[in-house]
Nanobody, 124 residues
Framework: QVQLVESGGGLVQAGGSLRLSCAAS????????MGWFRQAPGKDREFVAA????????VYADSVKGRFTISRDNAKNTVFLEMNSLKAEDTAIYYC?????????????????WGQGAQVTVSS
């Protein structure tokens, strides 16, 4: 089992920045891929970014590439999502998730463990 707890959400003006954290506990994460997804009201959950824990390899959705950065801290078992140049359309609940399948990192169905979500609201 892997337990995931997100923090760091909030309200920010357009153009601003926020950093989300996802603290993981339970199984060793060295074989996992950690992903961030988001879900806006009335929309499907969508992929944001993922990082392969062992290598640090990353992948991003086109909509956030160049603005968001995913990273991990091995010592703290924590994954971060640094969000810059935020737009109103980034408003959503952001979820942290874990999967054993790096090749399926963009697909929510591949993830076995999910956090409770963190609200991010960007005012225009």
């Amino acid at each position: 089992q892997v337990q995931l707890v997100e923090s760091g959400g909030g309200l920010v003006q357009a153009g601003g920045s926020l950093r989300l954290s996802c603290a993981a506990s339970g199984r060793t994460l060295s074989t996992y891929t950690m992903g961030w997804f988001r879900q806006a009201p009335g929309k499907d959950r969508e992929f944001v970014a993922a990082v392969r824990w062992s290598s640090g390899s990353t992948v991003y959705a086109d909509s956030v590439k160049g603005r968001f950065t995913i990273s991990r801290d091995n010592a703290k078992n924590t994954v971060f999502l640094e969000m810059n140049s935020l737009k109103a359309e980034d408003t959503a609940i952001y979820y942290c998730a874990a999967t054993a399948h790096w090749g399926s990192a963009r697909w929510s169905q591949a993830y076995d463990y999910w956090g409770q979500g963190a609200q991010v609201t960007v005012s225009s």
